[in-house]
């Protein structure tokens, strides 16, 4: 389970501070790779859920955001903090990233031109072809063929 701090005391909020109860944890920042591993497929899963199920997600989710939970903590594995960056997704704008992600897995290139069209990213007059080529070229070695990364 991931967590994110239940406990608001609304009395300490204003328009631009939010008060939660305080974590113990270690900043995935300050944690070696054998104890950030495990958590990886937990705070993708988080995100992803965030993102694609719920449609309200944290904008800001880099490691010093995520703490390690002592181990045992009944309220889950990890804990997101620092809730200043925030931002929704629209249902629509959900379901494009979704298919974006389909075509992009199916090497659906030009539906995937498509669906960055349809989300904003590329304008409506976009040369398809052209740019489904070049998405090809950039994203194939990194997505399908590891991009050369080492572990």
């Known amino acids: 389970l991931a967590l994110v701090p239940r406990k608001v005391y609304h009395e300490y909020c204003g328009q631009r501070l939010l008060v939660t109860e305080w974590i113990e944890g270690e900043k995935l920042t300050d944690g070696t790779p054998e104890m950030i591993q495990?958590?990886?497929a937990l705070g993708v899963r988080a995100f992803l859920t965030q993102l694609l199920d719920v449609g309200t997600f944290h904008a800001d989710p880099h490691?010093?955001?995520?703490?390690?939970?002592?181990?045992?903590?009944?309220r889950g594995k990890l804990?997101?903090?620092d809730f200043g960056l925030i931002s929704e997704i629209s249902p629509?704008?959900?379901e494009h990233i979704i298919a974006a992600v389909v075509h992009l897995r199916h090497r659906s290139w030009e539906a995937l031109v498509g669906d960055l069209v349809r989300l904003r990213f590329l304008p409506e007059n976009v040369a398809v072809?052209?740019?489904a080529r070049v998405l090809q070229r950039i994203l194939e070695p990194y997505v399908f063929q590891g991009g050369g990364a080492v572990a």
């Open 129 to 131: 072809a052209e740019t």
């Open 79 to 81: 804990a997101l903090i």
């Open 38 to 40: 495990p958590l990886v």
């Open 63 to 74: 490691p010093g955001n995520l703490m390690k939970l002592p181990d045992g903590d009944p």
């Open 92 to 94: 629509t704008d959900r």
